[in-house]
T-cell receptor
Framework: GEDVEQSLFLSVREGDSSVINCTYT??????LYWYKQEPGAGLQLLTY?????DMKQDQRLTVLLNKKDKHLSLRIADTQTGDSAIYFC???????????FGTGTRLQVFP | GAGVSQTPSNKVTEKGKYVELRCDPI?????LYWYRQSLGQGPEFLIY????????DSGLPNDRFFAVRPEGSVSTLKIQRTERGDSAVYLC???????????FGQGTRLTVV
């Protein structure tokens, strides 16, 4: 199908790790992205991974890519209350390099 | 400006009216995208401009939607005969070139009553 899929909700305790999962559809996507959206704010690019990589680490963020299964995950270490937001995965598609977004995962961090 | 600017930030219009939404991309960014984000959904692609031309308009839902970018910088998304189902946040993004980061504006929240 055409959809990029994500689970809708994730709730974690402050200090724990969060793992947000995504499955995408286009095996030819060059880049895969994770965006963060806070209430009333625009989309903020968190990190991205090139399709020939398996893993990318950036401070508290770790992205894992399983190209065979078209599965992407974002791990946030030591999750803080400020990490509460909606997280979107996105794949680039086509000659226009347009982004195809998932439905978003709402991460709630409780103390 | 420092970022992508979209105006107005909020627009309320009556069903059947015409609206224009404006996007000011980052200076020097040749690629410009419009997306629409309905409540509880991820952004959906509408149209892509490379310079002045609409290189990919495959996401426009119907012929009531049209967009222009006459001088290769500012873009206007135009919606005719608005319907309640057009209510959403319309997002604009620009990037300097392919395979570089796309920067998003804050969006225009359109409400059709």
């Amino acid at each position: 199908g055409e959809d990029v899929e994500q689970s809708l909700f994730l709730s974690v305790r402050e200090g724990d790790s969060s793992v947000i999962n995504c499955t995408y559809t286009d095996s030819s996507s060059t880049y895969l992205y994770w965006y963060k959206q806070e209430p009333g704010a625009g989309l903020q690019l968190l990190t991205y991974i090139f399709s020939n990589m398996d893993m990318k680490q950036d401070q508290r963020l770790t992205v894992l890519l399983n190209k065979k299964d078209k599965h992407l995950s974002l791990r946030i270490a030591d999750t803080q209350t400020g990490d509460s937001a909606i997280y979107f995965c996105a794949e680039s598609r086509g000659l226009s390099d347009k982004l195809i977004f998932g439905t978003g995962t709402r991460l709630q961090v409780f103390p | 400006g420092a970022g992508v600017s979209q105006t107005p930030s909020n627009k309320v219009t009556e069903k059947g009216k015409y609206v224009e939404l404006r996007c000011d991309p980052i200076s020097g960014h040749t690629a410009l995208y419009w997306y629409r984000q309905s409540l509880g959904q991820g952004p959906e692609f509408l149209i892509y401009f490379q310079g002045t031309g609409a290189a990919d308009d495959s996401g426009l839902p119907n012929d009531r939607f049209f967009a222009v970018r006459p001088e290769g910088s500012v873009s206007t998304l135009k919606i005719q005969r608005t319907e309640r189902g057009d209510s959403a946040v319309y997002l604009c993004a620009s990037r300097k070139e392919m395979n570089t980061e796309a920067f998003f504006g804050q969006g225009t929240r359109l409400t059709v009553v």
